[in-house]
């Protein structure tokens, strides 16, 4: 009795505490579009015409997940797997079909402005700055929507211009912009009321490989400096495995992963990599008895082994020829997480001899 | 409210700003409504050279009609025209998501984001008529005329806006309406004939149904002090009615909103 009692006044305040800690709580989260469809030809259009048939599309299925004030999380998935959607419902720019969803304490669809203030979307594909004026006049909008204080809106001005190096693009027509520049621009009339919660959405899309970087050094700066939370969709996966120590993998509106990128790898992918330089040429053959061969040079190959058989296939190799290096690396996120969407979940190893 | 009145200085700001990077948009737009308008005139004179009235209105009271429906049309189409030409791309494309983001009342910002300078080129011309026409009138205008002119512009004014925000509202349902815009262009059209001419059920459709009438003829007969106080509290009640009609067919449309896809 006495153990029980003491139980139950331990659980209830820490289960509060923990409701107030995060920033972001999604419980059971579901929207399903309908979409018609229609057989194909004249006689199916009128029939859908008159009668239509209707499905519902489960773009986002029962998902449930809690970010923590200050986290910079990743949402992986392929196209159409429901990343946008679900930060849609987050912004409060789509009803959810059912499930709960905080943000910072607020339900999003309400659309309160005291929420609207406080939170940001950046999307990609998208532009809010006026495409025939210099940002600058797009910048001053933005102040007056969410009525910034004329102080700070001046610090935090100078501060994101100088971090993004935008200092001669602010004032140039934002239609003579590179994609680049643009997209920082983007970035920059998003955070000017400085947000306590920042969504991108594939903010890198189409940008160079330098520019990507830049982009992906600001939002971690950002994120540091301000503690915002972040959460950032992509397609590319070196965004994601440069900034987010935790990652959500949804596929076709399920949740199928959340944790640390590490763990995916550990997971999913149960080889390494193992590129061993040879004293003198050693034939194909020979090798491939060691594990697959993934490329082949006479001196120089790359196997692919089996994770617990790594340690024994390389005291084998140093034992069985004159070994000049030995390297084992991990495989690329990327593609680990490739082989995960492209049919069988795990990415399975050939196993080595 | 005074948010707002800045909200909308820097925006009327920024479109002036649109407009100079643009100086022959300005002068074409020009050139091309002098000439609407020059042959517009003409074949009210023309026209009149052959009768006496048309429906019981005289030439110089038709020149009043039609100058309020210069003035009228140039006012809606530079403080919403291109808003209301945009709004329709902007539910299509999912670019409406960025507003519905931010702290701010939807449709205040859709409406009046972009002020188009280049109507009110129009709304000059149509004073010139006015000054005009109002010379030529037998009975001269009071003062109460004048005031009460003014009131049934502005009922004018709200009561297109609204039509046309409704009419483009409708894509939202839909997800696109090719060219629905137009709609409203054809109602600027109808308004050019005074209702009085049409009989018995057109008539009554043209003022109540679809409020044709409102938009210039009955601020045309106000001017002129032939409006019966019933028509001009049928205008107040006909643009309370319709601002409020449009507002909820916009609360309802947003939760069709289903953004397009990124």
């Given at each position: 009795m006495c153990i029980a009692a003491i139980h139950i006044c331990f659980t209830a305040p820490k289960e509060t505490y923990f409701a107030i800690m995060a920033a972001i709580s999604v419980q059971n989260l579901s929207k399903y579009y309908?979409?018609?469809?229609?057989?194909?030809?004249?006689?199916?259009?009128?029939?859908?015409?008159?009668?239509?048939?209707?499905?519902d599309?489960k773009a986002v299925d029962d998902i449930s997940f809690s970010i923590e004030s200050g986290e910079l999380v990743g949402f992986l998935g392929?196209?159409?797997a429901g990343k946008t959607t679900t930060l849609k419902v987050l912004s409060g720019l789509l009803y959810p079909t059912d499930g709960d969803v905080s943000v910072l304490g607020y339900t999003p669809w309400e659309r309160q402005a005291d929420f609207q203030r406080r939170f940001a979307l950046?999307?990609?594909?998208?532009?809010?700055?006026?495409?025939?004026?210099?940002?600058?006049?797009?910048?001053?909008?933005?102040?007056?929507?969410?009525?910034?204080?004329?102080?700070?809106?001046?610090?935090?001005?100078?501060?994101?211009?100088?971090?993004?190096?935008?200092?001669?693009?602010?004032?140039?027509?934002?239609?003579?912009?590179?994609?680049?520049?643009?997209?920082?621009?983007?970035?920059?009339?998003?955070?000017?009321?400085r947000p306590q919660v920042l969504f991108l959405?594939?903010?890198?899309?189409?940008?160079?490989?330098?520019?990507?970087?830049?982009?992906?050094?600001?939002?971690r700066?950002?994120n540091a400096r301000y503690g915002a939370t972040v959460i950032l969709t992509?397609?590319?996966?070196?965004?994601v495995e440069?900034l987010c120590d935790r990652v959500l993998i949804i596929d076709q509106g399920h949740l199928v992963f959340d944790g640390d990128l590490d763990t995916v790898v550990r997971r999913y992918a149960d080889?390494?990599?193992?590129?061993?330089?040879?004293?003198?040429?050693?034939?194909?053959?020979?090798?491939?008895?060691?594990?697959?061969?993934?490329?082949?040079?006479?001196?120089?190959?790359?196997?692919?082994?089996?994770r617990d058989?790594?340690?024994?296939?390389?005291?084998?190799?140093?034992?069985?020829?004159?070994?000049?290096?030995?390297?084992?690396?991990?495989?690329?996120v990327?593609?680990v997480v490739?082989?995960f969407f492209?049919?069988?979940r795990p990415a399975?190893?050939?196993?080595?001899? | 409210?005074?948010?707002?009145?800045?909200?909308?200085?820097?925006?009327?700001?920024?479109?002036?700003?649109?407009?100079?990077?643009?100086?022959?948009?300005?002068?074409?737009?020009?050139?091309?409504?002098?000439?609407?308008?020059?042959?517009?005139?003409?074949?009210?004179?023309?026209?009149?050279?052959?009768?006496?009235?048309?429906?019981?209105?005289?030439?110089?009271?038709?020149?009043?009609?039609?100058?309020?429906?210069?003035?009228?049309?140039?006012?809606?189409?530079?403080?919403?025209?291109?808003?209301?030409?945009?709004?329709?791309?902007?539910?299509?494309?999912?670019?409406?998501?960025?507003?519905?983001?931010?702290?701010?009342?939807?449709?205040?910002?859709?409406?009046?984001?972009?002020?188009?300078?280049?109507?009110?080129?129009?709304?000059?011309?149509?004073?010139?008529?006015?000054?005009?026409?109002?010379?030529?009138?037998?009975?001269?205008?009071?003062?109460?005329?004048?005031?009460?002119?003014?009131?049934?512009?502005?009922?004018?004014?709200?009561?297109?806006?609204?039509?046309?925000?409704?009419?483009?509202?409708?894509?939202?349902?839909?997800?696109?309406?090719?060219?629905?815009?137009?709609?409203?262009?054809?109602?600027?059209?109808?308004?050019?004939?005074?209702?009085?001419?049409?009989?018995?059920?057109?008539?009554?459709?043209?003022?109540?149904?679809?409020?044709?009438?409102?938009?210039?003829?009955?601020?045309?007969?106000?001017?002129?002090?032939?409006?019966?106080?019933?028509?001009?509290?049928?205008?107040?009640?006909?643009?309370?009615?319709?601002?409020?009609?449009?507002?909820?067919?916009?609360?309802?449309?947003?939760?069709?909103?289903?953004?397009?896809?990124?």
């Amino acid at each position: 009795m006495c153990i029980a009692a003491i139980h139950i006044c331990f659980t209830a305040p820490k289960e509060t505490y923990f409701a107030i800690m995060a920033a972001i709580s999604v419980q059971n989260l579901s929207k399903y579009y309908q979409v018609h469809q229609k057989e194909p030809g004249l006689v199916g259009s009128l029939k859908s015409f008159v009668l239509r048939k209707t499905y519902d599309v489960k773009a986002v299925d029962d998902i449930s997940f809690s970010i923590e004030s200050g986290e910079l999380v990743g949402f992986l998935g392929p196209n159409g797997a429901g990343k946008t959607t679900t930060l849609k419902v987050l912004s409060g720019l789509l009803y959810p079909t059912d499930g709960d969803v905080s943000v910072l304490g607020y339900t999003p669809w309400e659309r309160q402005a005291d929420f609207q203030r406080r939170f940001a979307l950046v999307m990609g594909q998208k532009n809010q700055v006026w495409w025939d004026l210099p940002p600058m006049e797009t910048f001053l909008i933005n102040k007056e929507i969410y009525e910034v204080p004329d102080a700070q809106f001046g610090e935090t001005l100078n501060e994101l211009v100088h971090i993004l190096e935008l200092e001669k693009v602010i004032h140039v027509q934002a239609r003579k912009l590179s994609l680049g520049e643009r997209m920082k621009c983007e970035l920059l009339a998003a955070l000017l009321h400085r947000p306590q919660v920042l969504f991108l959405d594939e903010p890198t899309i189409g940008l160079d490989v330098v520019m990507q970087q830049n982009i992906r050094n600001f939002v971690r700066e950002y994120n540091a400096r301000y503690g915002a939370t972040v959460i950032l969709t992509s397609h590319y996966m070196r965004d994601v495995e440069a900034l987010c120590d935790r990652v959500l993998i949804i596929d076709q509106g399920h949740l199928v992963f959340d944790g640390d990128l590490d763990t995916v790898v550990r997971r999913y992918a149960d080889y390494k990599f193992m590129t061993v330089t040879f004293a003198s040429p050693v034939a194909e053959t020979e090798l491939a008895a060691y594990g697959s061969v993934v490329s082949y040079r006479p001196r120089t190959t790359t196997l692919r082994i089996a994770r617990d058989a790594v340690p024994q296939v390389s005291a084998q190799l140093l034992q069985d020829y004159p070994v000049l290096d030995l390297n084992i690396v991990e495989p690329e996120v990327d593609e680990v997480v490739r082989q995960f969407f492209s049919g069988g979940r795990p990415a399975h190893a050939e196993v080595a001899s | 409210m005074q948010r707002y009145g800045r909200l909308y200085l820097a925006f009327a700001k920024n479109s002036f700003l649109n407009a100079l990077e643009y100086r022959l948009s300005f002068t074409v737009w020009s050139i091309a409504t002098i000439c609407y308008s020059v042959v517009y005139v003409a074949s009210i004179q023309i026209i009149f050279g052959h009768v006496q009235t048309i429906g019981g209105w005289r030439v110089e009271q038709m020149l009043v009609l039609a100058a309020t429906v210069m003035i009228v049309d140039g006012i809606v189409e530079s403080i919403f025209g291109e808003n209301m030409n945009a709004l329709s791309g902007l539910i299509n494309r999912g670019e409406l998501d960025f507003v519905l983001s931010k702290p701010v009342n939807t449709r205040f910002y859709v409406s009046t984001r972009k002020f188009d300078w280049d109507p009110l080129v129009q709304v000059v011309i149509g004073g010139g008529v006015l000054w005009y026409a109002i010379g030529l009138l037998a009975q001269p205008v009071t003062w109460f005329g004048a005031l009460l002119y003014l009131g049934m512009m502005v009922c004018a004014c709200l009561i297109a806006y609204s039509l046309w925000f409704i009419i483009i509202s409708v894509t939202f349902f839909v997800g696109r309406l090719n060219n629905v815009g137009h709609l409203y262009y054809n109602l600027i059209e109808a308004s050019r004939v005074p209702t009085d001419v049409f009989r018995g059920a057109l008539r009554l459709g043209l003022t109540f149904v679809l409020p044709v009438a409102f938009i210039a003829m009955v601020p045309s007969q106000a001017l002129m002090g032939l409006l019966s106080p019933t028509f001009a509290l049928a205008a107040v009640a006909m643009t309370a009615g319709l601002l409020v009609l449009s507002h909820l067919f916009w609360r309802l449309a947003l939760t069709k909103y289903s953004s397009a896809s990124s």
